[in-house]
């Protein structure tokens, strides 16, 4: 933690529309900023803009957020480490959105607690399929999936649930952990088939090659999704089924 960084008593992961929906906005580029967040209030989300690392710390302290848009580019804290902050100290969701696109500058983000990687200038079609595919998907007349019935944080099945269209895993409890598209298909071969599926199979499915470089990739798949859940508090349904291939511990539903 830096000298920047206050005691921040982040709540419990959003469960109220307004939380779920709340989006903080660190950008020092005025016009930008204010693009992107009158961008979110058309989609129906409640966007605050913040000039800096040290705006950021002031506002978040004063209400929780879902989410946060955040440039690495920032006058008087570097992006990282704002964000090793926000993944260590609160529930926020992480969408870093720069102008750098070195892969040096990715690895370090995706380290910091990054969930997603943007850059400028962004499609507005891009971004807003981020932010829903992090929070949910919110109506622009502020209904909510609460008044839809179907309340991401609630119970919603005494199974897993994977949503393709959102690329998302439910808990039972009704968290929720956004995924990676070969990550959505990982999960649903195995939600195909009640028996362990075999790395063969598994490699071929997901596109790799049957040498030895296609079973490194499904372990690193494998090993990213389980930090990522790790990271999130959340223990995935996965069990690897030694000298055979994967399995899931537990039932998921395919929506």
């Known amino acids: ?117 943007l850059l400028k200038p962004v499609n507005t079609d891009e971004l807003i399929a981020s932010v829903e595919s992090n929070l949910g998907r919110f109506s622009p007349t502020g209904e909510d999936e609460q008044a839809a019935g179907m309340n991401p944080l609630e119970p919603l099945s005494p199974n897993w649930q994977l949503v393709r269209a959102t690329s998302t895993i439910i808990m039972p409890t009704g968290e929720k952990l956004g995924l990676s598209l070969k990550e959505v298909d990982f999960l649903a071969h195995l939600a195909s088939n009640p028996d362990e599926i075999s790395r063969q199979e598994l490699t071929a499915s997901l596109g790799y090659d049957d040498a030895s470089s296609g079973s490194k990739a499904l372990d690193v798949l494998v090993h990213r999704l389980r930090q990522k859940g790790a990271e999130h508090g959340i223990k995935l349904p996965v069990r690897t089924v030694r000298g055979k291939g994967y399995r899931l511990s537990e039932p998921l539903t395919l929506k």
Request: hydrophobic share 40%.
């Open 1 to 117: 933690m830096t000298a920047l960084s206050p005691d921040i008593e982040q709540e419990t992961p959003a469960s109220h529309k307004a939380e779920r929906g709340r989006i903080m906005v660190v950008e020092d580029d005025n016009d930008f900023r204010d693009s992107i967040v009158e961008t979110l209030a058309l989609y129906g989300y409640e966007a605050t803009g913040a000039k800096s690392a040290l705006d950021f710390y002031h506002k978040v302290a004063q209400k929780p957020y879902a989410l946060v848009i955040l440039d690495l580019g920032l006058p008087d804290q570097n992006g990282v480490v704002l964000a090793e902050f926000i993944r260590q100290n609160t529930n926020m969701r992480i969408i870093v959105l720069t102008a750098r696109t070195s892969i040096e500058s990715r690895v370090s983000a995706y380290k910091a607690g990054a969930d997603t990687y």
